[in-house]
């Protein structure tokens, strides 16, 4: 079993940036898919960002590509998501997750613990 647990949300102004810390549970932290989704309100949960592999791959949703910034220490089975030039649009609720297989999914059907989540609000 792997627990995440969210940290590093708040309110911030349009061009703002966020930290958000994911710290998780498990011995093999290593080998999983980390991944971060985020739901707005009336909104599916959609994908942000992973990373996997040995060399930490990455892949971005076309919304937040050259704006994120994924990460991960596996020495202190935490992840990252470096998040510049908000905008109101980002308001979400932001969430972790992990991927047991190490896949690179951008399901969240395919993910297989999550966190409680981290509410991020970007004022215009």
């Known amino acids: 079993q792997v627990q995440l647990v969210e940290s590093g949300g708040g309110l911030v102004q349009s061009g703002g940036s966020l930290r958000l810390s994911c710290a998780a549970s498990g011995r093999t932290f290593s080998s999983y898919t980390m991944g971060w989704f985020r739901q707005a309100p009336g909104k599916e949960r959609e994908f942000v960002a992973n990373i996997r592999g040995s060399l930490g791959w990455t892949s971005y949703a076309d919304s937040v590509k050259g704006r994120f910034t994924i990460s991960r220490d596996n020495a202190k089975s935490t992840v990252v998501l470096q998040m510049n030039s908000l905008k109101p649009e980002d308001t979400a609720v932001y969430y972790c997750?992990?991927?047991?297989?190490?896949?690179?999914?951008?399901?969240?059907?395919?993910?297989?613990?999550w966190g409680q989540g981290t509410q991020v609000t970007v004022s215009s």
């Open positions: 997750a992990a991927d047991q297989y190490g896949r690179n999914q951008y399901s969240r059907t395919q993910y297989d613990y």
